[in-house]
């Protein structure tokens, strides 16, 4: 137990009866209780670009603290000195293991207050802290959350998508075996679906989704509240066409707003009526096909739904 936290407020028994101070010093003394963070892990979201993007209540967390942990020592010490706080900060990464983990939970549990940011934003989410919080859970630490800043529900409110659920995928995968299952479940599933990545493989993920999802909604939310921010929105092969020839710089959020199933079997049941047209219209199989591209199906899919159309399948 630490005891901190009843010195703060110094009742005095006198008798069986407990004297409460006067009220200005009462407040006083709460005030100064308030500032003493309980010990536990707290997990602080920090600025992704503007150093302004940060709450009060992160900004006391990392003053109090008893320390402070780091994905990136120098990145935080920035911010630190940015908002007044001068304080030393320890290292903890994502190739740091489960054994210091293991030492950080164990000060906590001491009675230590520990606070932890990553690079920019919030810490567990595509960054490290998920080894930290499983050796707390272990030991029974607490481990709180403070919330703020992250790139991607900044994404999400400047997208425009209506569909009521969304999935993170985290980065884009590197296989292609990996990529193409990874189209099918999105395919299967519709809705909102959200990525990060880097400007060494942004193209890859355009050239791949112009592929899969050529006429589907499509957010590029770029450097994101930082000087260079930029946001484009449009189907997925205008937004390849507007940035196949830009060389990418930054770091990248992209959001596709995806059909579901029961909206696409429309679709296609509306396509295939105006198919039926244009063969009595006189179209033939390499017509329909490359409506069908213009209508957002993929090549085989424009094939097999001419060939059934023109009675061939």
Known sequence: MDYRYFSAIPFAERGSRLQVPHRKKYKGWMKKLQEILPPGLYM?????????????RALRVLRDADQIYAEDTRESKKLLEAHGISKDIHSFHGHSGEQRAQQVAIEIKGGKSVAY?????????CDPGAELINACAELEVAVYPIPGVSALVGAISVSGFLAPSFTFHGFFPREG???????????????????????????????????EFPEEKLLIARELTKKFET?????????????????????Y?????IKSPEDSKGS?????????????????QRVLVRVGIQRGLKKNEA???????????
């Open 231 to 251: 946001i484009k929105r449009g189907t997925v092969t205008a937004v390849f066409a507007e940035l196949e020839h830009t060389e990418p710089r930054g770091e």
């Open 44 to 56: 602080v979201a920090t600025p992704i670009g503007n150093l302004e993007d940060i709450t009060l």
């Open 303 to 313: 094939y097999d739904l001419a060939l059934s159309v023109l009675g061939q399948k």
């Open 177 to 211: 075996k990996e990529r193409k299952e990874l189209a099918e479940r999105i395919r299967a599933q519709g809705g909102q679906h959200f990525f990060y990545e880097s400007p060494h493989r942004f193209l890859q993920f355009l050239d791949w989704a112009r592929t």
């Open 268 to 284: 296609l049941d509306s396509l295939r009526a105006e198919f039926r047209e244009l063969v009595e219209a006189g179209a033939n």
């Open 253 to 257: 959020v992209i959001g596709m707003e």
């Open 117 to 125: 940011v990553s690079d920019a934003g919030t810490p567990g989410l």
